[in-house]
């Protein structure tokens, strides 16, 4: 079983920026963040295979939010700049053994319990 762990979120004010955080107990999985806002689908935000070198994004995040990964200390982050009151929402960390590209579909095997970011206009 894999172990998953949010941290980072908050509240901030748009325009501003945020770091979130995933702690994994496991190493070489691939891993995504995604997203839900009240009243709203879960969506597919941004994924990162194993080795760090290929990611995809959502396009309303494209060009604003980066995915990277640290092996080393198998944390997985998500930079968060330029942030609108749209972005708010809880943010999810998941790990698949599928690539990255499958991860945007949402199929994936450990979930995290989330973290909130609220973006105030």
């Known amino acids: 079983q894999v172990q998953l762990v949010e941290s980072g979120g908050g509240l901030v004010q748009a325009g501003g920026s945020l770091r979130l955080s995933c702690a994994v107990s496991?190493?070489?999985?691939?891993m995504a963040w995604f997203r839900q806002a009240p009243g709203k689908e879960r969506e597919f935000v941004a994924s990162?295979?194993?080795?760090?070198?290929?990611?995809y994004y959502a396009d309303s995040v494209k060009g604003r939010f980066t995915i990277s990964r640290d092996n080393a200390e198998t944390t997985v982050y998500l930079q968060m700049n330029s942030l609108k009151p749209e972005d708010t929402a809880v943010y999810y960390c998941?790990?698949?053994?599928?690539?990255?590209?499958?991860?945007?579909?949402?199929?994936?095997?450990?979930w995290g319990k989330g973290t909130l970011v609220t973006v105030s206009s």
């Open positions: 990162v295979d194993w080795s760090g070198g290929i990611t």
């Open positions: 496991a190493s070489s999985y691939t």
């Open positions: 998941a790990a698949t053994s599928g690539s990255a590209l499958t991860a945007m579909k949402g199929i994936m095997d450990y």
